[in-house]
């Protein structure tokens, strides 16, 4: 069992940075880890993933170059910058751990999840 909380949402203007923080307690380093995210309205969507290492991530067309997701498996925690933030960004973001070690866009490959952070990107 893992518990993760993410924080570091807010409002931005499009075009700033955001850096969302993901603290998980219980067992993290051995899997990989994803964030995905919610507008209202929308389905959940893969954003991007990192392996247990760090060694390889996968991000989702629409954030690739502009989203960068990393890990600290000393501090058990996974971070997602995002830069040139888009009005098409705003929604709520979920960190989740996923069930593999290696990365993985598979939502169902996902067993737990984090509670979300708000991101509203105002044009």
């Known amino acids: 069992q893992v518990q993760l909380v993410e924080s570091g949402g807010g409002l931005v203007q499009a075009g700033y940075s955001l850096r969302l923080s993901c603290a998980a307690s219980g067992r993290f380093s051995s899997y990989a880890m994803g964030w995905f995210r919610q507008a209202p309205g929308k389905e959940r969507e893969f954003v991007a993933t990192i392996s247990w290492g760090g060694g390889t991530t996968y991000y989702a067309d629409v954030v690739k170059g502009r989203f960068t997701i990393s890990r600290d498996n000393a501090k058990n925690t996974v971070y997602l910058q995002m830069n040139s933030l888009k009005p098409e960004d705003t929604a709520v973001y979920y960190c989740?751990?996923?069930?593999?070690?290696?990365?993985?866009?598979?939502?169902?490959?996902?067993?737990?999840w984090g509670q979300g952070t708000q991101v509203t990107v105002s044009s």
């Open positions: 989740a751990r996923a069930a593999v070690g290696r990365a993985t866009m598979t939502f169902d490959e996902y067993e737990s």
